[in-house]
C-alpha cells in the first residue's frame, strides 16, 4: 500500500474542514503524502465521460476520489474523518487483492474511507455507476454518488475493526451550529425508531442521512414520513 492520503473539495472556495483535516491526518501520519485534490483537470481519458455528465459539484468529487485512488493508491478520507492513531496499521492490507472500505457500527459498507487492493479499477465503477443511471437521475444531487454505496458490496471488503478504530467523525461545524428544523427532527426520529434493516437509509453515514432529511420533497422509502411534512406517517 502506498503511503497516501487523499482528501477531496471540489467547489467555489477553499473549504477549512478540509484544510483542518489535511492538517490533523499530516500529523498523525507520519512518513505519509497527504494530499487535497480540488480540480478533475488532467484525469484519464477513461473519466471524461463521467465527468461530461457530471452536473455538480459532488458529482465530480465523487468522480475524482475513485480516479485519484486508481492512479495513486493509498487511502481514501472524506474530510469529517480526523485520524485517533497513526495509519501504519493499513499497511498490513498491502497484499489483499480486494478493496477495503469504512464500516458502519450495523456491518454496513460507506464511501467514507477507501483502501483500493491489487486488483482496484476506479473505472468499471464510475461506469457501472453512469449505465445504471436513468437521464433524469444523471441530474439529480447524489448521482454517482449511489455507485459508492450500491456497488461497493461486490467489490470491497470491511476495513478490519482495529484499522476503523483509527478514525472518527467530526461533523462540519456549520452543522453542529444550525438548529435542526422541525420537520428534520420529526424525520429523525421516525427513522432511529424504525427497525427495518432492509431500509437502504440504515446504510448511510450520519453526513449522507442528513442530505436527505434535509430535502423538503424527499419520501422515505418504507414509509415512516412523507414528503414535505413535518409529522412522521408511522414510527
Given at each position: 500500500?502506498?503511503?497516501?492520503?487523499?482528501?477531496?473539495?471540489?467547489?467555489?472556495?477553499?473549504?477549512?474542514?478540509?484544510?483542518?483535516?489535511?492538517?490533523?491526518?499530516?500529523?498523525?501520519?507520519?512518513?505519509?503524502?497527504?494530499?487535497?485534490?480540488?480540480?478533475?483537470?488532467?484525469?484519464?481519458?477513461?473519466?471524461?465521460?463521467?465527468?461530461?455528465?457530471?452536473?455538480?459539484?459532488?458529482?465530480?468529487?465523487?468522480?475524482?476520489?475513485?480516479?485519484?485512488?486508481?492512479?495513486?493508491?493509498?487511502?481514501?478520507?472524506?474530510?469529517?474523518?480526523?485520524?485517533?492513531?497513526?495509519?501504519?496499521?493499513?499497511?498490513?492490507?498491502?497484499?489483499?487483492?480486494?478493496?477495503?472500505?469504512?464500516?458502519?457500527?450495523?456491518?454496513?459498507?460507506?464511501?467514507?474511507?477507501?483502501?483500493?487492493?491489487?486488483?482496484?479499477?476506479?473505472?468499471?465503477?464510475?461506469?457501472?455507476?453512469?449505465?445504471?443511471?436513468?437521464?433524469?437521475?444523471?441530474?439529480?444531487?447524489?448521482?454517482?454518488?449511489?455507485?459508492?454505496?450500491?456497488?461497493?458490496?461486490?467489490?470491497?471488503?470491511?476495513?478490519?475493526?482495529?484499522?476503523?478504530?483509527?478514525?472518527?467523525?467530526?461533523?462540519?461545524?456549520?452543522?453542529?451550529?444550525?438548529?435542526?428544523?422541525?420537520?428534520?427532527?420529526?424525520r429523525r426520529a421516525a427513522c432511529e425508531a424504525?427497525?427495518?434493516?432492509?431500509?437502504?437509509?440504515?446504510?448511510?453515514?450520519?453526513?449522507?442521512?442528513?442530505?436527505?432529511?434535509?430535502?423538503?420533497?424527499?419520501?422515505?422509502?418504507?414509509?415512516?414520513?412523507?414528503?414535505?411534512?413535518?409529522?412522521?406517517?408511522?414510527?
Open positions: 500500500m502506498d503511503r497516501r492520503i487523499h482528501l477531496v473539495w471540489i467547489g467555489p472556495e477553499d473549504d477549512a474542514q478540509t484544510t483542518a483535516s489535511a492538517v490533523a491526518w499530516s500529523a498523525a501520519a507520519l512518513g505519509w503524502d497527504v494530499s487535497v485534490w480540488r480540480s478533475v483537470e488532467g484525469l484519464p481519458p477513461a473519466y471524461q465521460e463521467p465527468l461530461r455528465c457530471a452536473r455538480t459539484d459532488q458529482q465530480r468529487a465523487n468522480i475524482l476520489r475513485w480516479a485519484v485512488l486508481e492512479m495513486r493508491g493509498g487511502l481514501y478520507v472524506d474530510r469529517g474523518f480526523l485520524p485517533r492513531g497513526s495509519p501504519d496499521v493499513l499497511l498490513a492490507l498491502t497484499e489483499s487483492d480486494r478493496m477495503h472500505a469504512g464500516v458502519t457500527v450495523k456491518g454496513s459498507l460507506y464511501p467514507g474511507i477507501l483502501v483500493p487492493g491489487g486488483r482496484f479499477d476506479g473505472w468499471l465503477l464510475v461506469h457501472k455507476a453512469l449505465a445504471e443511471q436513468t437521464p433524469e437521475a444523471r441530474g439529480g444531487k447524489m448521482a454517482f454518488g449511489s455507485l459508492t454505496l450500491w456497488a461497493l458490496g461486490s467489490v470491497a471488503a470491511p476495513l478490519p475493526p482495529e484499522a476503523m478504530a483509527i478514525f472518527y467523525w467530526e461533523p462540519p461545524p456549520n452543522r453542529e451550529r444550525e438548529p435542526e428544523p422541525p420537520f428534520i427532527a420529526a424504525c427497525d427495518q434493516a432492509t431500509c437502504w437509509f440504515k446504510r448511510l453515514t450520519p453526513c449522507q442521512l442528513w442530505a436527505r432529511l434535509k430535502r423538503p420533497g424527499m419520501i422515505c422509502p418504507l414509509g415512516c414520513w412523507v414528503a414535505g411534512g413535518d409529522s412522521p406517517r408511522r414510527g
